[in-house]
């Protein structure tokens, strides 16, 4: 997405369509978008996530507001994961933000891959600091030089550790709210095991977890996959990760990662133990995480020309109960209808407000939660009252239906589930029709060009994946790979790889990406 003002996209053309389309909506409610999600993807991407009261742009590029109706998305999302690695015997601390230049440089890949993004403390007050301290762009050498101390023997293992906290990675370009900001808030698992076998098992059990944190509670489907060599996680052994992908843009999107650190850190921070026959030996370590940025993901796969589109499972407010005044009829008695209705559904551990403002009318109101993406809209008019019925509206798809007040409760629940499967089934949809299969290095620029995710006869070879970055590299960005899925399709003998003509190892999905 182009950077204009600060680090809001910059302004464009819109299209005809969307022009004329949001400017009837902004004159009958004066809400709406100026951007439709075809017509100038960036802007509406911005407009959605502002509009719809989720961030608000702060005054250093790069940072943003998280405002409460993001941070309720991300406490549900939390309020799911930790218990579930709390059965696991992942324990919860906390680590300094501050971490000196002598400990960070002690893995020189790892720091090799985020030195452009350190940010440093140089100053305090009117003194420049004797040595300059970083701040945590991710906590392994922030926390290993303890574990070290802490692991003595095979009793003291496994270690295993998780902390909820923010990380700054400060030079980028395209700054993007949720996808890629200087600051942003994550969990990150740290453990360390006596065996290879007991870190392999871990590494898919939190990537199982990954998956379940898309695909069951935001609906946005996900490819569980290995990374390639290039783009592993720097100093570790191999990186796995969920991949999402953006059908409007053609690119995909890195959404967890589970990595297997091998040894490498264990190595470089002395972190042995006494095994059972009295020897010694080193870890074997994992990390992982997800961030906020699973959220950005959300919005852009879900969302539509009238705001956010939200999962009834992660939506701060599902059901949002609105009365409809209509002349003479008595306003009193149909807000009191909304407020009993409110009760019924909150009393079944349903998410629901009333909207009885009556200085907007009942337009406005439907605009205004509809751009906030909740997940149904229920009305209370004088004609619905008299027949002792609501109308609920699926925010998913507009669809309308009449339910009697004494069905309330479970239809209400059963559309909140079905809206939940319906938008993964869409989004999966939507996805699927993207992926191409290609054999040649023609077929790949083809589909490349039609911003496809493309699965790929591969060589695994390192140079190839970098001549294949050289020769797609555009303004759009080059293609690279995103992940060789678990679920390999059968790979013929004799098949030939896309890039190099020489034979293929492996199926890999590539494209270009966040």
């Given at each position: 997405?182009?950077?204009?003002?600060?680090?809001?996209p910059?302004?464009?053309?819109k299209?005809?369509?969307?022009?004329?389309?949001?400017?009837?909506?902004?004159?009958?409610?004066?809400?709406?978008?100026?951007?439709?999600?075809?017509?100038?993807?960036?802007?509406?991407?911005s407009?959605v996530?502002?509009k719809?009261?989720?961030?608000?742009?702060?005054e250093?590029?790069?940072?943003y507001?998280?405002?409460p109706?993001?941070?309720?998305?991300?406490?549900?999302?939390?309020?799911?994961?930790?218990?579930?690695?709390?059965?696991?015997?992942?324990?919860?601390?906390?680590f300094?933000?501050?971490?000196?230049n002598?400990?960070?440089?002690?893995?020189?890949?790892?720091?090799?891959?985020?030195?452009?993004?350190?940010?440093?403390?140089?100053?305090?007050g009117d003194?420049?600091?004797e040595?300059?301290i970083?701040i945590?762009?991710?906590?392994?050498?922030?926390?290993?030089p303890?574990?070290?101390?802490?692991?003595?023997?095979?009793?003291?293992?496994?270690?295993?550790?998780?902390?909820?906290?923010n990380?700054?990675r400060?030079?980028?370009s395209?700054?993007?709210?949720?996808i890629?900001?200087?600051?942003?808030l994550?969990?990150?698992?740290?453990?360390?095991?006596?065996?290879?076998?007991?870190?392999?098992?871990?590494?898919?059990e939190?990537?199982?977890?990954?998956?379940?944190?898309?695909?069951e509670?935001?609906?946005?489907?996900?490819v569980?996959?290995?990374?390639?060599?290039m783009?592993?996680?720097?100093?570790?052994?191999?990186?796995t990760?969920?991949?999402?992908?953006?059908?409007?843009?053609?690119?995909?999107?890195?959404?967890?990662?589970?990595?297997c650190?091998?040894?490498?850190f264990?190595?470089?921070?002395?972190?042995n133990?006494e095994?059972?026959?009295?020897?010694?030996?080193m870890?074997?370590?994992?990390?992982?995480?997800?961030?906020?940025?699973?959220?950005?993901?959300?919005?852009?796969v879900?969302?539509?020309?009238?705001g956010?589109?939200?999962?009834?499972?992660?939506?701060?407010?599902?059901?949002?109960?609105?009365?409809?005044?209509?002349?003479?009829a008595?306003?009193k008695?149909?807000?009191?209808?909304?407020?009993?209705?409110?009760?019924?559904l909150?009393?079944?551990?349903?998410?629901?407000?009333?909207?009885?403002?009556?200085?907007?009318?009942p337009?406005?109101?439907?605009?205004?939660?509809?751009?906030?993406?909740?997940?149904?809209?229920?009305?209370?008019?004088?004609k619905?009252?008299?027949?002792?019925?609501v109308r609920?509206?699926?925010?998913d798809n507009?669809?309308?239906?009449?339910i009697?007040?004494?069905?309330?409760a479970?239809?209400?629940?059963?559309?909140?589930d079905?809206?939940?499967?319906s938008?993964f089934?869409?989004?999966?949809?939507?996805?699927d029709?993207?992926?191409?299969?290609?054999?040649?290095?023609?077929e790949?620029?083809?589909?490349?060009?039609?911003?496809?995710?493309?699965?790929?006869p591969?060589?695994?070879?390192?140079?190839?994946?970098?001549?294949?970055?050289?020769?797609?590299?555009?303004?759009?960005?080059?293609?690279?790979?995103?992940?060789?899925?678990?679920?390999?399709?059968?790979?013929?003998?004799?098949?030939?790889?896309?890039a190099?003509?020489?034979?293929?190892?492996?199926?890999?999905?590539?494209g270009?990406s966040?």
């Amino acid at each position: 997405m182009a950077g204009g003002k600060g680090d809001k996209p910059a302004k464009s053309d819109k299209s005809a369509a969307g022009a004329k389309s949001s400017k009837g909506r902004k004159k009958e409610t004066g809400l709406g978008l100026t951007n439709t999600k075809d017509g100038n993807f960036g802007e509406w991407y911005s407009e959605v996530v502002t509009k719809g009261e989720m961030i608000e742009y702060y005054e250093i590029s790069g940072c943003y507001i998280l405002r409460p109706w993001t941070m309720t998305i991300w406490e549900i999302m939390q309020n799911f994961f930790d218990p579930e690695i709390k059965k696991m015997k992942i324990k919860t601390c906390y680590f300094p933000l501050f971490v000196s230049n002598n400990v960070l440089q002690k893995e020189k890949d790892h720091i090799e891959g985020f030195a452009p993004e350190v940010a440093w403390v140089t100053r305090s007050g009117d003194s420049d600091l004797e040595v300059p301290i970083a701040i945590r762009p991710t906590s392994e050498t922030v926390m290993y030089p303890y574990f070290s101390k802490w692991i003595r023997g095979h009793r003291d293992l496994p270690l295993k550790l998780n902390q909820w906290c923010n990380v700054v990675r400060w030079e980028f370009s395209n700054p993007t709210p949720f996808i890629r900001s200087r600051e942003f808030l994550w969990q990150e698992g740290h453990t360390a095991f006596a065996t290879k076998e007991e870190a392999d098992t871990e590494v898919l059990e939190i990537l199982e977890l990954y998956r379940r944190l898309y695909e069951e509670y935001l609906a946005v489907p996900v490819v569980k996959g290995k990374k390639s060599e290039m783009e592993k996680f720097a100093g570790g052994l191999y990186t796995t990760s969920v991949e999402a992908f953006i059908p409007n843009t053609g690119r995909g999107v890195q959404g967890a990662t589970s990595h297997c650190l091998g040894q490498n850190f264990a190595k470089m921070f002395d972190i042995n133990f006494e095994d059972e026959k009295g020897e010694k030996a080193m870890v074997w370590q994992n990390s992982w995480a997800y961030s906020t940025r699973t959220i950005g993901v959300m919005v852009m796969v879900h969302g539509d020309d009238k705001g956010l589109v939200l999962p009834p499972k992660v939506s701060a407010v599902q059901v949002i109960v609105i009365h409809v005044p209509y002349k003479d009829a008595d306003v009193k008695e149909i807000m009191n209808a909304c407020t009993s209705t409110v009760k019924t559904l909150c009393d079944l551990g349903i998410r629901a407000e009333a909207d009885l403002r009556e200085n907007y009318p009942p337009g406005w109101k439907y605009s205004h939660w509809e751009m906030k993406g909740v997940p149904l809209r229920i009305e209370i008019g004088p004609k619905d009252f008299a027949n002792n019925q609501v109308r609920a509206v699926r925010r998913d798809n507009g669809e309308k239906i009449d339910i009697p007040m004494a069905d309330l409760a479970d239809k209400v629940k059963g559309m909140l589930d079905t809206i939940q499967q319906s938008m993964f089934d869409v989004a999966k949809q939507k996805r699927d029709a993207c992926i191409q299969v290609t054999k040649t290095w023609d077929e790949f620029i083809e589909a490349l060009g039609q911003k496809k995710l493309i699965l790929a006869p591969w060589c695994d070879e390192e140079e190839v994946e970098k001549e294949v970055k050289t020769k797609t590299k555009g303004e759009t960005g080059a293609a690279k790979t995103l992940c060789s899925p678990f679920e390999q399709p059968e790979l013929p003998e004799g098949t030939l790889c896309f890039a190099s003509g020489k034979p293929a190892k492996k199926w890999t999905y590539w494209g270009r990406s966040y």
